[in-house]
């Protein structure tokens, strides 16, 4: 019998590894794939987790890397309930300042390894799996002096709508070759999974098909829960500079006593970003 796994990509660190934490306790795993470059931040997750984790160190930038990962599936042949392509990075300078191979990267793992990731891993998915796409608030508009990183982050979100009105497509033909209404399907997925990458759900429960939401349509509360999203959206890109939240809260009570990184305001907290953005800026030149 296969397993039910869960593929987590970028599992290390940021928002891949609040993923695995999330969904460890949310659903029950007979396995964590866990994909990233660093074996040692994979394998100290294991202590975190109910379910057992493989520690599955690849580049997923890198085509051979991928390749690794599309034997492991055809191996194991396993029943991947969950996937998440939380892979990435960014590079924030003005685009005449990287250099080619910069930004090359950046489309090879933002892009291409989101793409082949969810290619191969859909041959294992049966109905009621789940798959989170992770963009970035930098995909809806052009963004200045990260622009191959904002372009890299709205190919995801245009490759994920789509994708989305397919997997609904064939929930539907599928639904219809079982005799039923297809009006029955129903959209189902939470504002966080419509903000992050619009979750695609595929195939049927016995009593209708399972699609996605139309992410357009969010109601005032999904309006006040994307908010809550961007604020940790920013604080994981704080933490990545290998910021604590411990130093985050005391910068700010020097400038706003009473307040913390949950109290913020919003605008405040894009300030310090940008403010640690120039600090690590200045220390890289």
Same mark, same amino acid.
């Given at each position: 019998?296969?397993?039910?796994?869960?593929?987590?990509?970028?599992?290390?660190?940021?928002?891949?590894?609040?993923?695995?934490?999330?969904?460890?306790?949310?659903?029950?795993?007979?396995?964590?794939?866990?994909?990233?470059?660093?074996?040692?931040?994979?394998?100290?997750?294991?202590?975190?987790?109910?379910?057992?984790?493989?520690?599955?160190?690849?580049?997923?930038?890198?085509?051979?890397?991928?390749?690794?990962?599309?034997?492991?599936?055809?191996?194991?042949?396993?029943?991947?309930?969950?996937?998440?392509?939380?892979?990435?990075?960014?590079?924030?300078?003005?685009?005449?300042?990287?250099s080619l191979e910069e930004q090359l990267?950046?489309?090879?793992?933002?892009?291409?390894?989101?793409?082949?990731?969810?290619?191969?891993?859909?041959?294992?998915?049966?109905?009621?799996?789940?798959?989170?796409?992770?963009?970035?608030?930098?995909?809806?508009?052009?963004?200045?002096?990260?622009?191959?990183?904002?372009?890299?982050?709205?190919?995801?979100?245009?490759?994920?709508?789509?994708?989305?009105?397919?997997?609904?497509?064939?929930?539907?033909? +599928?639904?219809?070759? *079982? @005799?039923? !209404? =297809?009006?029955?399907?129903?959209?189902s997925t939470s504002s966080y999974a419509? /903000? #992050?990458?619009?979750?695609?759900?595929?195939?049927?429960?016995?009593?209708?098909?399972?699609?996605?939401?139309?992410?357009?349509?969010?109601?005032?509360?999904?309006?006040?829960?994307?908010?809550?999203?961007?604020?940790?959206?920013?604080?994981?890109?704080?933490?990545?500079?290998?910021?604590?939240?411990?130093?985050?809260?005391?910068?700010? +009570?020097?400038?706003? *006593? @009473?307040? !913390? =990184?949950?109290?913020?305001?919003?605008?405040?907290?894009?300030?310090?970003? /940008? #403010?640690?953005?120039?600090?690590?800026?200045?220390?890289?030149?």
């Open positions: 019998m296969s397993k039910k796994i869960a593929v987590i990509t970028g599992a290390s660190s940021g928002m891949g590894r609040e993923f695995v934490l999330a969904l460890d306790k949310q659903q029950e795993f007979d396995e964590l794939w866990l994909i990233a470059r660093r074996r040692d931040r994979l394998e100290a997750l294991a202590s975190e987790t109910r379910a057992p984790v493989r520690a599955i160190p690849l580049d997923l930038g890198v085509q051979s890397e991928i390749d690794k990962y599309k034997e492991l599936l055809e191996t194991e042949q396993p029943d991947v309930r969950v996937l998440v392509n939380a892979a990435g990075f960014g590079k924030f300078k003005a685009f005449t300042d990287l990267a950046m489309i090879d793992l933002n892009d291409k390894a989101l793409v082949s990731v969810t290619y191969l891993t859909l041959p294992y998915m049966k109905e009621g799996s789940c798959i989170y796409q992770l963009g970035s608030l930098s995909s809806f508009q052009p963004v200045p002096y990260i622009n191959v990183y904002g372009a890299s982050k709205a190919f995801v979100l245009s490759f994920s709508r789509a994708l989305n009105k397919e997997l609904l497509a064939f929930a539907r033909e +599928a639904e219809d070759k *079982k @005799g039923m !209404d =297809a009006a029955q399907v129903t959209g419509r /903000k #992050y990458a619009l979750c695609g759900l595929l195939g049927l429960d016995d009593s209708k098909a399972k699609a996605v939401a139309d992410p357009d349509t969010l109601s005032p509360a999904d309006h006040e829960e994307a908010k809550d999203t961007e604020r940790q959206e920013i604080l994981m890109e704080i933490y990545d500079m290998d910021i604590t939240r411990k130093e985050v809260d005391e910068q700010i +009570a020097v400038y706003y *006593k @009473g307040k !913390d =990184a949950d109290t913020i305001e919003l605008s405040r907290l894009k300030a310090l970003l /940008k #403010y640690y953005q120039k600090t690590k800026k200045a220390k890289e030149s």
